[in-house]
């Protein structure tokens, strides 16, 4: 039996009492134990603070910069393991692993180029300086700086590589030390991306560490200075923001919550649109990538009520064409869901949508006498409005289409009714309908996703997040922002306005190029 491992204050520490048994979600045999007892989280927090933060801080961006980059490699040359591991544990396919891992690599990477961009230095000036006094010899100018304290990273199951990496990549290069924790059901793939991580000896002392395991009174040990950058649902990220400590010391909380995610056709769109083949093809990713447990698949479908029919046939033809089976072998398209809770939750959820439903494919039944297996599930939603459509995330390879007039009206209506979203797609080559759907839609999404004939061919998916732009949305999917490459740094510093004379803080803390004459 495997033991993960925790890295913290510079050692790899085995759980002494309780570890939690992780499965092979396809056979269901225990394949290794999870556990964080023993660790003193207090002295954790501090060595990150006093040993790794003065690290990180000892070096400007472009430095910092370096080491995300060895880091990426470092990922990458484990690249073969991590697909295998992942698919033993989590059910993860070849590619669904690959999107993990790559996404690891990448998102590091885009850092690494942002940071050689910031140079060598250890603030950033924020926007542009302003006149305060009579003359522009009194001039105040915004500046971030990197905050003294540790990150907390708490992370969600679905994205063992990718979600440590995003969080390590914006806070490293922030110079911030990190502190990360797993989601427990794919600890083993987390543990072999950390140890590839540790192993590469590329950052300081206390700049990472990696809790695999519950963080026990960890919370208790954060302060004013420190980070909580949660992903994972809505409920565990209220419980979480709602801490007495972190509270009381306005510890600062960013949360990744869950999100319906809607994809709206425009009422333009017929099967001879280019965008419609786009639109058939994201849902059968989204639906199927990961078994569905993706926080950015989509869970709503918007139909016009004219294509209703074309939409069922075509779907149905399409996920019943999924192979479904053991990840490993190379002609699954679907796995199975990560776990035995994950299975049990996803099949009370799809009972609830079906109270409301009917189901076109698939169904809450298990499709197989051993492992988490599911069916790709479409509904199709007797009643539009039933809260349940709109308020219940079911995690795994279930969508509800929710025929729709067509009306801009009527899809803002209903995709803003999902409560804040991570992300929405539209699909139309109607100018004026995507403009109104853009604009009532934006307040209520992080991302907005909009694909017409002429970028058809070559719009990267919906189910994507990119380091370049932000990730996150406001309301239930949890109010946080993530990644857009500066934005992301942003929560890991300090924003102090400068007062004072123009040719020391407008010269020394302003944007370069921008000095006053
Ligand atoms: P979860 O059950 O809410 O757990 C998320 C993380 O919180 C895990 O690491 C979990 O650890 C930890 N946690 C739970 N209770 C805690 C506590 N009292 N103190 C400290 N940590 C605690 O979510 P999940 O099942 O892992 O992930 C699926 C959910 O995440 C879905 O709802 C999905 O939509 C959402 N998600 C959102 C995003 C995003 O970027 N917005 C990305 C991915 C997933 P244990 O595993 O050890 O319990």
């Not at 591991?85 to 885009?110: E, M, P, Q, W, Y």
């Given at each position: 039996?495997?033991?993960?491992?925790?890295?913290?204050?510079?050692?790899?520490?085995?759980?002494?009492?309780?570890?939690?048994?992780?499965?092979?979600?396809?056979?269901?045999?225990?394949?290794?134990?999870?556990?964080?007892?023993?660790?003193?989280?207090?002295?954790?927090?501090?060595?990150?603070?006093?040993?790794?933060?003065?690290?990180?801080?000892?070096?400007?961006?472009?430095?910092?910069?370096?080491?995300?980059?060895?880091?990426?490699?470092?990922?990458?040359?484990?690249?073969?393991?991590?697909?295998?591991?992942?698919?033993?544990?989590?059910?993860?396919?070849?590619?669904?692993?690959?999107?993990?891992?790559?996404?690891?690599?990448?998102?590091?990477?885009?850092?690494?180029?942002?940071?050689?961009?910031?140079?060598?230095?250890?603030?950033?000036?924020?926007?542009?300086?302003?006149?305060?006094?009579?003359?522009?010899?009194?001039?105040?100018?915004?500046?971030?700086?990197?905050?003294?304290?540790?990150?907390?990273?708490?992370?969600?199951?679905?994205?063992?590589?990718?979600?440590?990496?995003?969080?390590?990549?914006?806070?490293?290069?922030?110079?911030?030390?990190?502190?990360?924790?797993?989601?427990?059901?794919?600890?083993?793939?987390?543990?072999?991306?950390?140890?590839?991580?540790?192993?590469?000896?590329?950052?300081?002392?206390?700049?990472?560490?990696?809790?695999?395991?519950?963080?026990?009174?960890?919370?208790?040990?954060?302060?004013?200075?420190?980070?909580?950058?949660?992903?994972?649902?809505?409920?565990?990220?209220?419980?979480?923001?709602?801490?007495?400590?972190?509270?009381?010391?306005?510890?600062?909380?960013?949360?990744?919550?869950?999100?319906?995610n809607a994809a709206i056709l425009g009422p333009d769109v017929d099967t001879d649109a280019d965008v419609w083949g786009t639109f058939l093809g994201n849902l059968v990713v989204d639906m199927t990538q990961?078994?569905?447990?993706?926080?950015t698949a989509v869970?709503?479908i918007l139909v016009p009520?004219a294509m209703?029919?074309a939409v069922?046939e075509e779907l149905?033809v399409r996920?019943?064409?999924?192979?479904?089976?053991?990840?490993?072998?190379?002609?699954?398209?679907?796995?199975?869901?990560?776990?035995?809770?994950?299975?049990?939750?996803?099949?009370?959820?799809?009972?609830?949508?079906?109270?409301?439903?009917?189901?076109?494919?698939?169904?809450?039944?298990?499709?197989?006498?051993?492992?988490?297996?599911?069916?790709?599930?479409?509904?199709?939603?007797?009643?539009?409005?039933?809260?349940?459509?709109?308020?219940?995330?079911?995690?795994?390879?279930?969508?509800?289409?929710?025929?729709?007039?067509g009306?801009?009206?009527?899809a803002?209506?209903?995709?803003?009714?999902?409560?804040?979203?991570?992300v929405a797609s539209l699909y139309s080559n109607d100018k004026r309908w995507s403009e109104?759907v853009v604009?009532?839609?934006?307040?209520?999404?992080?991302r907005l996703w909009i694909a017409n004939d002429k970028v058809a061919d070559q719009a990267l998916q919906p189910g994507m997040?990119l380091?370049?732009t932000?990730?996150?949305?406001?309301?239930?999917?949890?109010?946080?922002?993530?990644?857009?490459?500066?934005?992301?740094?942003?929560?890991?510093?300090?924003?102090?306005?400068?007062?004072?004379?123009?040719?020391?803080?407008?010269?020394?803390?302003?944007?370069?190029?921008?000095?006053?004459?």
């Amino acid at each position: 039996m495997i033991r993960i491992e925790s890295y913290v204050r510079g050692a790899w520490h085995t759980a002494g009492a309780d570890p939690r048994p992780l499965h092979d979600p396809t056979t269901e045999a225990a394949i290794a134990e999870c556990g964080s007892a023993g660790i003193d989280f207090g002295a954790v927090v501090t060595h990150g603070r006093d040993v790794g933060g003065p690290a990180l801080r000892s070096v400007g961006f472009a430095t910092r910069a370096g080491w995300l980059k060895a880091l990426s490699q470092a990922i990458h040359e484990r690249r073969d393991e991590l697909i295998a591991v992942s698919a033993r544990n989590g059910g993860a396919t070849r590619g669904d692993a690959k999107f993990d891992i790559d996404g690891a690599t990448g998102t590091l990477a885009a850092y690494a180029k942002l940071g050689a961009e910031l140079g060598e230095v250890n603030f950033l000036p924020d926007g542009d300086g302003a006149q305060l006094g009579r003359t522009g010899r009194f001039w105040g100018q915004h500046v971030r700086t990197p905050r003294p304290g540790v990150a907390l990273h708490v992370n969600a199951f679905n994205f063992p590589c990718w979600g440590m990496a995003e969080k390590l990549a914006q806070s490293l290069l922030a110079g911030v030390p990190a502190i990360s924790k797993p989601g427990t059901p794919t600890a083993l793939v987390a543990w072999r991306c950390a140890q590839a991580i540790v192993a590469s000896g590329v950052l300081p002392d206390g700049a990472f560490q990696f809790v695999a395991g519950s963080t026990g009174d960890l919370l208790d040990h954060l302060g004013p200075q420190d980070h909580l950058a949660f992903t994972g649902s809505a409920a565990t990220g209220a419980k979480l923001k709602g801490h007495a400590r972190l509270i009381g010391t306005n510890c600062r909380v960013t949360l990744e919550a869950d999100s319906l995610n809607a994809a709206i056709l425009g009422p333009d769109v017929d099967t001879d649109a280019d965008v419609w083949g786009t639109f058939l093809g994201n849902l059968v990713v989204d639906m199927t990538q990961k078994t569905g447990q993706k926080c950015t698949a989509v869970r709503r479908i918007l139909v016009p009520e004219a294509m209703l029919d074309a939409v069922v046939e075509e779907l149905k033809v399409r996920l019943g064409a999924v192979v479904i089976g053991d990840p490993a072998d190379e002609a699954t398209r679907m796995g199975p869901l990560t776990d035995a809770a994950a299975l049990a939750t996803v099949q009370t959820g799809m009972r609830q949508l079906l109270a409301v439903s009917e189901a076109l494919t698939g169904g809450p039944e298990r499709i197989r006498d051993r492992g988490y297996f599911v069916a790709p599930t479409l509904l199709l939603a007797n009643d539009i409005d039933a809260d349940v459509l709109h308020e219940l995330e079911v995690f795994g390879p279930c969508a509800t289409i929710l025929p729709y007039t067509g009306d801009a009206a009527e899809a803002i209506r209903l995709a803003n009714r999902g409560g804040g979203g991570l992300v929405a797609s539209l699909y139309s080559n109607d100018k004026r309908w995507s403009e109104d759907v853009v604009l009532g839609i934006a307040p209520w999404h992080g991302r907005l996703w909009i694909a017409n004939d002429k970028v058809a061919d070559q719009a990267l998916q919906p189910g994507m997040v990119l380091p370049v732009t932000i990730h996150g949305g406001p309301g239930r999917a949890g109010g946080g922002e993530e990644l857009g490459g500066r934005f992301g740094m942003e929560f890991y510093m300090q924003r102090t306005a400068l007062q004072g004379d123009q040719g020391f803080v407008g010269r020394r803390f302003g944007k370069p190029g921008s000095e006053p004459a």
